[in-house]
Each structure stands twice: as structure tokens, then as C-alpha cells.
């Protein structure tokens, strides 16, 4: 029985509060924050409609941690939950350490000026939180999130080492309209049009950004989407399972794009709507990113004529008991079912739902000690059983399908 402080109403954060609703037995007080205290009322409300739940609601800048700290001194959780942004995450996380509440993230710190993704702005807090005895928790969406869950399942209980990783990242879903991204586009944009990375023997080779000539890509045969281009990409989560996961050679990221995505961003960039350094326009200075996110469909507003399945995965090339195999554990998720349960696309859907499942772990103390964690150093069993149980159900199968060498 718990309180639990949500922090952001878009598209992940209405999926999150919903799916905390669900489950009053453990989850038994939640308020929902967000710099807009109107759209934490519009999802309060639907939750008091369908669920007869009553949460309460706050606005607070995340940017500002006095505020923070006034509203944890006033709420007083056990449990702060940041699906805000990830320019948030440090003003967050001070203000747990001073409030002295736990904290979990979905994606690492990013600075607004520079597209720059790492974990050491975030790792850096770990005394300070093993110190107060606090628990922070980073990356508990899907990817990262379950991603890295699946390669600390794997690595303990299918194999006594693992060579490489592949994360393949597969949205088959069609949301009728010609551009637009699955969440919130400012973060999505600067992490797809970054210069991409993998790790191999050591070291962080650098590629082509997908949209650049010689970006690398291959057509992957996924579980029921079929044969779909697949672009290598840089993800946060590579950065903490080279660390996590032993005897790792390689590990890379790819993500599914549409010929008429890489377009329409091709054309974005050529214009510069996709730079993140201020513009003087009539006056005053914009930023042509943030200007082309007001322009963008809101990713919370897609779900209502999405259909199609996202396939989201890990292939594994391990040995156990002296002999070499490879192992894919994967999650199907349908559009249309996850607008069914919690009014939100797939892409809101599966990274929601580990995050209330991270949540329930914390406040349920599952997952129990005190410092700053990525989620594979955390006992997967029961989280597995958790993503069966409450929507994202996933498959182990030995995988005879074809990876780039
Ligand atoms: P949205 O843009 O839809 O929602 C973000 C919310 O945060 C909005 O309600 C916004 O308020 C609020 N917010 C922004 N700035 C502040 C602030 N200074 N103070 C308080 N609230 C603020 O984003 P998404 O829901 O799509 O994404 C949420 C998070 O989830 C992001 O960090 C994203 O990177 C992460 N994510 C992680 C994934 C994973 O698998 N790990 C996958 C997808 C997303 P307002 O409404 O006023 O703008």
C-alpha cells in the first residue's frame, strides 16, 4: 500500500497513471503532476469515470526544484515517477534526494541544448542516493526498460555467457497520418537524427546517422510484421548493458522506419526544422524543433485509428554448458487493443506499462536497496511474470532468422 507521485501528463504518463489505477491494492494514493495541471484533470477525470478511482492532481515545473520539494513535503510518496522529459531528470532527482523519496525514470538525462546521450550525468548521483538509503531506478520503459529486463533474464537463466546483443525495434502499426512520431517528437527527432554508435570488441564504433549516405540497415523478418528495413541506431540502453552484461563482444540497436518517414525527416532536416539552436523570427528567438513539435500530431492523440503491432525484441549468440546458441525473447503489442484498455497507442503502451510494473516492484520491495540502478543489475523473475500478467506478454524461441555479420 503506497503513494506514488507521477510526474507528466502525455502520452506515457496518461498509460502510466491508468495502469497504476488498475491496481489499488498496491498502489493506493496517486497524485499526477505535470506543468499543465490541466491535462492531469482530463485524465483524472477518465480515470474517476472508468475506474471510479479518485487521484489527485498538481502543477509543478519540473524544472524547478523547490517546487518539487514542496510538492513531495505536501504529497509525501513513497515513490516519485518521472515520465516528464528527460531534461528533467536531474531537478527530479535532486529533489527526491531532499524530499528523501525514491525515484524511476524511462529515459537519461539529455541537456536541452546539446543531443547528447549518456548516463553520467545520472550514474554520478549514486553516493548521494546510497548515502539518504534511497532507491533510483533509470530507464524502466521498454527500450530501454524491458530490453535490458530481457537481457538479465537471459543472462540468468539461458546462458553462462553472452557474445552479442541485438535489440530490434519493430513499430508495423499505421496511424493514418503522413508524419508524425510515437512519442513526444522534440526527444524523438534528436534521437533519431544523432550520429549512431554500437559497441564491438571494446569500442564505440561510430556509423551514419540514418537519414546521412552509408547509414547501415538490413531487412529484418520479425514475428507477424514480417520482412521490415531495419537502421542501425544509437540507444541509451547499450551504454549500461556493456557494462551489466558479462563478456559482452557486441551489442546493437535497430529501429524500423517507413520509406515515407525517412522523407518526410530528410526534408525536416534539409530545411533546418530540425535544429535545436535558437532562430530570430519576427522578433523574438524560436527553436525550429520545438516550433515543428507544435506543428506535429500530440503522440497521446494518435491512438484512436491506430492499427498494426509493434515487435519489440532482443536476439542473443551465447553459450551454455560449453555449447554455442542464439535465443530471441520478444513482445508483440497490438495498437488498437492497448487504445481498447488505456486509450493510448502501442508505443505510449509499452513503456508504461514497465514503468508502473518498475513502480509496483519499488514500492512492493522487490527491488530494494539503496544507490542508482539500470534495471538489469535488478532481479528480472518477477518482473517477467509481471509483463505476462499485466499486458505485454513475451516469448522465448530459438532463432534461426539472419543478423548482419
Ligand atoms: P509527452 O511530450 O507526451 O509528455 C511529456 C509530459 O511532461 C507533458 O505532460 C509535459 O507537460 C510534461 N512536462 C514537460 N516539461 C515539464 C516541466 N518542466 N515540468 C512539468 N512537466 C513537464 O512525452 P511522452 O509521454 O511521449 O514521453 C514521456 C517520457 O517517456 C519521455 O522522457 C520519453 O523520452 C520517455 N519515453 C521512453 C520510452 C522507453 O521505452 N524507455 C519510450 C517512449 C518515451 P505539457 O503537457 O505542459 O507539455
Given at each position: 500500500m503506497s503513494r506514488v507521485l507521477i510526474i507528466g501528463a502525455g502520452g506515457v504518463g496518461n498509460v502510466v497513471v491508468k495502469k497504476c489505477a488498475q491496481h489499488p491494492d498496491v498502489f493506493r494514493e496517486i497524485c499526477l503532476a505535470s506543468r499543465t495541471k490541466e491535462k492531469c484533470d482530463v485524465i483524472a477525470d477518465d480515470i474517476k469515470e472508468r475506474y471510479g478511482t479518485t487521484i489527485t492532481t498538481a502543477r509543478v515545473d519540473a524544472d524547478k526544484v523547490p517546487e518539487l520539494v514542496t510538492l513531495m513535503n505536501a504529497f509525501k510518496p513513497d515513490l516519485v515517477v518521472n515520465?516528464?522529459?528527460?531534461?528533467?531528470d536531474l531537478t527530479i532527482m535532486d529533489a527526491c534526494l531532499e524530499a528523501g523519496v525514491n525515484y524511476l525514470d524511462t529515459a537519461n538525462y539529455e541537456p536541452k541544448d546539446h543531443a547528447h546521450f549518456e548516463y553520467s550525468w545520472q550514474w554520478a548521483y549514486q553516493e548521494k542516493f546510497k548515502k539518504k538509503g534511497l532507491m533510483a531506478v533509470l530507464?524502466?520503459?521498454?527500450?530501454?526498460g524491458v530490453t535490458n529486463i530481457f537481457c538479465a533474464w537471459a543472462q540468468k537463466?539461458?546462458?553462462?555467457?553472452?557474445r552479442a546483443i541485438d535489440i530490434l525495434d519493430c513499430?508495423?502499426?499505421?496511424?493514418?497520418?503522413p508524419f508524425a512520431t510515437n512519442f513526444n517528437p522534440e526527444i524523438n527527432i534528436r534521437e533519431v537524427t544523432q550520429t549512431v554508435r554500437h559497441w564491438q570488441e571494446g569500442q564505440w564504433i561510430e556509423t551514419p546517422a540514418i537519414?546521412?549516405?552509408g547509414c547501415v540497415h538490413f531487412t529484418f523478418d520479425y514475428?507477424?510484421?514480417?520482412?521490415r528495413e531495419s537502421y542501425l541506431l544509437y540507444h541509451e540502453e547499450m551504454e549500461s548493458l556493456v557494462k551489466h552484461?558479462?563478456?559482452?563482444?557486441r551489442i546493437r540497436f535497430w529501429m524500423t522506419f517507413s520509406q515515407p518517414y525517412i522523407t518526410h525527416l530528410q526534408v525536416l532536416e534539409n530545411v533546418g526544422m530540425t535544429r535545436i539552436n535558437a532562430v530570430e523570427f519576427e522578433g523574438r528567438k524560436i527553436i525550429p524543433l520545438q516550433f515543428l513539435k507544435a506543428l506535429l500530431p500530440d503522440p497521446g492523440s494518435l491512438g484512436e485509428n491506430y492499427t498494426g503491432k509493434t515487435v519489440i525484441g532482443c536476439v542473443f549468440d551465447g553459450q551454455k554448458d560449453g555449447r554455442q546458441n542464439r535465443k530471441y525473447i520478444y513482445n508483440i503489442c497490438d495498437h488498437t487493443e492497448a487504445y481498447r484498455e488505456v486509450q493510448a497507442q502501442a508505443v505510449s503502451y509499452t513503456t508504461g506499462v514497465p514503468t508502473m510494473i518498475g513502480a509496483m516492484m519499488m514500492v512492493q520491495g522487490?527491488?530494494?536497496?539503496a544507490g542508482v540502478f539500470n534495471v538489469?543489475?535488478?532481479?528480472?523473475d518477477a518482473f517477467m511474470e509481471a509483463l505476462n500478467r499485466y499486458g505485454l506478454p513475451w516469448q522465448v524461441v530459438d532463432f534461426k532468422g539472419i543478423l548482419p555479420e
Open positions: 515520465v516528464a522529459l528527460p531534461y528533467q530507464g524502466c520503459g521498454f527500450d530501454p537463466h539461458l546462458y553462462d555467457s553472452i513499430n508495423a502499426g499505421d496511424h493514418g497520418h537519414l546521412d549516405a514475428p507477424v510484421a514480417g520482412p552484461i558479462n563478456g559482452l563482444e522487490i527491488w530494494k536497496d538489469e543489475q535488478l532481479d528480472p
